[in-house]
């Protein structure tokens, strides 16, 4: 897993790459947690380069998305992988998060 | 590198700097000791010779004198013919060094004494005799002796020679010209001569002390040798036929110099058969005889002294530097003594002997600061030893825990089957296989109201402990709500609130819930975020579920959870199953995938719900390969036999 912060004027893009999985979701947690906690109130998770992911690495998704609703942030995925969406789409976590197609539109959405 | 001792580096490598040191300062001390002692020799040399031709020169000078005074008398009248005898007579008696003395007058200077007259004083034994030289056997105005000193006007010293009818003894005679006047004229008149014995040269050489062995010579300005130790060579032999002989060119050179009056002292670079070695040679001419002193330095002894405290300093120096080894090696020893005990108690720690007693060492230095260190590590390793050994049995400890927790889990979901004999409309199989000790999979199934049938899937996010608590929880709860409740979305909003509330860590279950009506196959089920189960009809189609827009219970308290309705009819079978069937990956990070899962179902659509499930493990089995189970796997199946509420 790699994961690469990036802050602009109004949003921070996080990029990150390979498996999030049981062994590296506290690490995951951590870093997206570091942008959450430097009060980023727009957070785009760029997960074009995300192969896998497990249900430790969902969760971390879920405590971002709550801690950004309760601060009314947004935070926005985008450029996933099928087979990522898919995940997605049978846990229903497609309905509460913002996913979009293109790291542009997440920018600006 | 068999038990090269520190010691023996060392000495080595001491040793050497000093043997280096020694050699260029033994080098430099060599070079200039030898100079000062040519110098010295030289020097010596000089004095010497020069002491010598003083010597020589007080016993020829007032000879010299004899016959110059003489022939002014002579010159000036002084002396008549008639006194020349007795006067000649009178001065050998005086003068012991003086041999003869003659006064010969040119060829008939007194016409009536003929053609010869010298007149000749000489010593026969201990007596003065007289005679006359001249004759026609002797015509003495053709000598050299006459000859030079009337060609030249000056004085002259003869070459030696041996006076074989006399004493045999080696003289050489001094002439010089007298002149008287004839009609006021001052002309030529004769010669006189005085006949020296040079056995007091012997006597002045032999008494020259040179070295141990070395040793003088004299040569006349021909060259020809006039003493010298090896007697053969007197009178015999000169320089040059010396050279000659011995073909021995620098000492031909030597000898030309010699007879030309120069001095020097230098290195022979010639050999002599009389003294062998290298030699060195000092020499000067007499000013009055133009003769040469030659004075010979055997090398060996000159430089004797030079040699002896070579051989001095030699000793010295191996001595030292024996003294410095033995002194380097008991340093040495010292110094690692307590290393080697420290490296034998080293070896009893390695061996597991954590309370061997270490050497005491107090040598306030960084030894003792290595045993300081080693006593630490020692007490570090002893203490990390029993932490392990601690560490270790808490760990069997949770261990054996967690398989206890497990036994407890798997006890808590239903494992006899088939669990319901008596009700013949339904049949269940499932399985459960955690990843690790405790997983965060869980199914259930039971029974509301007689003829509800209630089952549910459900796969908690993460795994181990937290995971299967937060299961167990899961669990507990749909058993307590259903126990009054039959509608799924009521069950699973019901479950979702309570475990929403308060949820820090954020955990959730995936949850699928249905409940079966068994006197109308009627299912109800309601989906939260889990993988769409398989619904395989009894004539063989397979589908898979919708996928679910809910998403998993424990994550917002307020989620409005809606149910589903499907009629089932005799002998469909429902497959459930969790994330870890469809996500078993291999090595290479394949997932085994909804495809192949839906085609394993569809070959296997008339199995019995245990037969189907046995065949799905072994596929993933394949599949996997032996790779690390990373998930949870569970499955579930169900069968419908509707017909049994007909009969």
């Given at each position: 897993m790699n994961v690469e912060i990036l802050a602009a004027a109004d949003y921070s893009l996080v990029t990150v790459e390979g498996r999030v999985d049981t062994t590296n979701a506290n690490?995951?947690?951590?870093?997206?947690?570091?942008?959450?906690?430097?009060?980023?109130?727009?957070?785009?998770?760029?997960?074009?380069?995300?192969?896998?992911?497990?249900?430790?690495?969902?969760?971390?998704?879920?405590?971002?998305?709550?801690?950004?609703?309760?601060?009314?942030?947004?935070?926005?995925l985008c450029c996933l992988q099928p087979e990522i969406k898919e995940i997605f789409d049978i846990s229903g976590f497609s309905s509460i998060f913002s996913i979009y197609a293109d790291k542009e539109a997440a920018i600006k959405g | 590198m068999k038990n090269r001792t520190l010691a023996a580096t060392i000495i080595r490598s001491v040793l050497l700097f000093c043997i280096g040191i020694f050699a260029v300062i033994f080098s430099i001390y060599y070079y200039y000791t030898r100079e000062t002692i040519k110098e010295t020799t030289r020097e010596n040399a000089i004095f010497l010779a020069n002491n010598t031709v003083n010597q020589i020169e007080q016993v020829l000078n007032p000879i010299e004198k004899i016959p110059d005074i003489i022939a002014r008398m002579m010159e000036?009248?002084?002396?008549?013919?008639?006194?020349?005898?007795?006067?000649?007579?009178?001065?050998?008696?005086?003068?012991?060094?003086?041999?003869?003395?003659?006064?010969?007058?040119?060829?008939?200077y007194f016409p009536e004494k003929g053609l010869y007259y010298a007149p000749y004083v000489f010593r026969q034994g201990d007596s003065i005799s007289t005679t006359s030289l001249g004759g026609e056997n002797y015509e003495y105005f053709f000598m050299d002796w006459y000859q030079i000193p009337k060609m030249t006007n000056s004085s002259y010293w003869s070459e030696p020679y041996f006076d074989e009818g006399g004493a045999n003894i080696l003289m050489t005679t001094y002439s010089t010209p007298f002149y008287t006047y004839k009609n006021g004229v001052r002309t030529f008149s004769g010669v006189v001569t005085i006949d020296v014995s040079l056995e007091f040269l012997k006597q002045i050489m032999s008494k020259l002390k040179i070295l141990d062995t070395g040793y003088a010579f004299l040569i006349s300005r021909?060259?020809?040798?006039?003493t010298h130790p090896n007697q053969k060579y007197v009178m015999n032999e000169s320089i040059f036929s010396i050279a000659k002989a011995n073909n021995q060119p620098g000492m031909r050179s030597v000898g030309r110099n010699m007879v030309q009056g120069k001095s020097n002292f230098a290195s022979a670079d010639f050999k002599s058969k009389f003294k062998s070695g290298k030699l060195w040679i000092n020499y000067i001419s007499l000013p009055s005889s133009h003769w040469s002193i030659g004075v010979i330095y055997p090398e060996s002894e000159m430089f004797a002294s030079l040699r002896k405290i070579n051989i001095i300093l030699m000793l010295?120096?191996?001595?030292?530097?024996?003294?410095?080894?033995?002194?380097?090696?008991?340093?040495?020893?010292?110094?690692?003594?307590?290393?080697?005990l420290l490296a034998s108690s080293a070896r009893l720690i390695a061996s597991g002997n954590f309370n061997v007693k270490l050497p005491e060492i107090k040598t306030h230095d960084e030894m003792e600061e290595l045993c300081d260190s080693f006593i630490y590590m020692q007490k570090e390793l002893a203490e990390y030893i029993v932490t392990l050994k601690d560490t270790t049995s808490a760990k069997e400890k949770i261990e054996s825990e967690l398989r206890i927790a497990r036994e407890i889990q798997m006890a808590m979901i239903p494992h006899i089957f088939p669990p319901f004999p008596d009700l013949p409309q339904i049949d269940v199989f499932a399985v459960l296989k955690s990843a690790k000790e405790v997983g965060g999979d869980l199914y259930d199934f039971f029974v509301i109201d007689g003829d509800k049938f209630c089952f549910a899937i459900g796969d908690v996010s993460g795994k181990g402990v937290p995971a299967s608590l937060f299961m167990a929880v899961t669990r507990t709860l749909v058993r307590s709500i259903s126990d009054k409740e039959t509608s799924p979305s009521v069950i699973v909003t019901s479950l979702n609130k309570s475990l929403s509330d308060n949820n820090e860590s954020s955990m959730f279950v995936t949850f699928f819930l249905g409940v079966l009506?068994?006197?109308?196959?009627?299912?109800?089920?309601?989906?939260?975020?889990?993988?769409?189960?398989?619904?395989?009809?009894?004539?063989?189609?397979?589908?898979?579920?919708e996928k679910t827009k809910y998403i998993p219970v424990g994550l917002f308290e307020d989620f409005d959870y809606q149910e589903i309705s499907l009629q089932l009819e005799d002998g469909d079978k429902i497959f459930l199953y969790t994330d870890g069937v469809s996500e078993?990956?291999?090595?290479?990070?394949?997932?085994?995938?909804?495809?192949t899962l839906m085609n394993i179902v569809s070959q296997n659509a008339k199995a019995t719900p245990r037969d189907l499930i046995h065949r799905m493990e072994e596929e993933i089995a394949t599949h996997v390969n032996g790779f690390t189970q990373s998930d949870d796997i569970t499955m579930m199946t169900i069968v419908y036999d509707g017909k049994h509420n007909r009969s």
């Open positions: 690490e995951f947690e951590k870093s997206m947690l570091s942008v959450v906690d430097g009060g980023a109130t727009k957070i785009v998770l760029d997960c074009a380069g995300l192969n896998y992911i497990s249900s430790s690495g969902l969760r971390v998704f879920l405590i971002v998305q709550k801690k950004m609703i309760a601060i009314k942030g947004k935070f926005a | 000036s009248s002084f002396l008549t013919e008639d006194s020349l005898i007795p006067f000649l007579q009178s001065i050998l008696k005086n003068n012991k060094t003086i041999f003869a003395s003659a006064i010969a007058y040119e060829p008939s021909n060259g020809v040798i006039i010295l120096v191996v001595f030292g530097l024996s003294l410095l080894s033995v002194f380097i090696t008991r340093i040495i020893n010292n110094i690692t003594k307590p290393l080697k009506d068994l006197k109308t196959g009627l299912l109800k089920y309601c989906n939260a975020g889990h993988n769409p189960p398989v619904i395989i009809h009894g004539n063989g189609e397979v589908t898979m579920f078993a990956e291999n090595v290479d990070n394949k997932l085994f995938g909804d495809d």
